[in-house]
Nanobody, 127 residues
Framework: QVQLVESGGGLVQAGGSLRLSCAASGRTDSIYSMGWFRQAPGKEREFVAG????????YYADSVKGRFTISRDNVKIAVYLQLNGLKPEDTAVYYC????????????????????WGKGTLVTVSS
């Protein structure tokens, strides 16, 4: 099993920034990709950003391209999400995910394919 723990959420004004962190523990040798999903109130969970271990690759939802940046630490087995230019519509619970497969393209980051989920961290953007 893999455990994922997120941190870094909070309340921020529109235009502000936050940095989310996610640390993995347990059977981390089974992880080949990590990323972030989010779920806003009353909406379905959606892909935000993802990255593959090994020869990398980063993928983003169109709604966050140019504003959010995903990065990873291969030693700590952790991923980070830098959120810049936040908008009220970015308000959501952000979930860290990990999977046993690499995914080459944003269209392959589908929630029901993700093997492991964190409990989520709330990001609230005020207008």
């Amino acid at each position: 099993q893999v455990q994922l723990v997120e941190s870094g959420g909070g309340l921020v004004q529109a235009g502000g920034s936050l940095r989310l962190s996610c640390a993995a523990s347990g059977r981390t040798d089974s992880i080949y990709s990590m990323g972030w999903f989010r779920q806003a109130p009353g909406k379905e969970r959606e892909f935000v950003a993802g990255t593959n271990w090994g020869h990398g690759g980063t993928y983003y939802a169109d709604s966050v391209k140019g504003r959010f940046t995903i990065s990873r630490d291969n030693v700590k087995i952790a991923v980070y999400l830098q959120l810049n230019g936040l908008k009220p519509e970015d308000t959501a619970v952000y979930y860290c995910v990990a999977d046993q497969a690499q995914r080459y393209g944003a269209q392959y980051w589908v929630s029901y394919h993700m093997a492991y989920w964190g409990k989520g961290t709330l990001v609230t953007v005020s207008s």
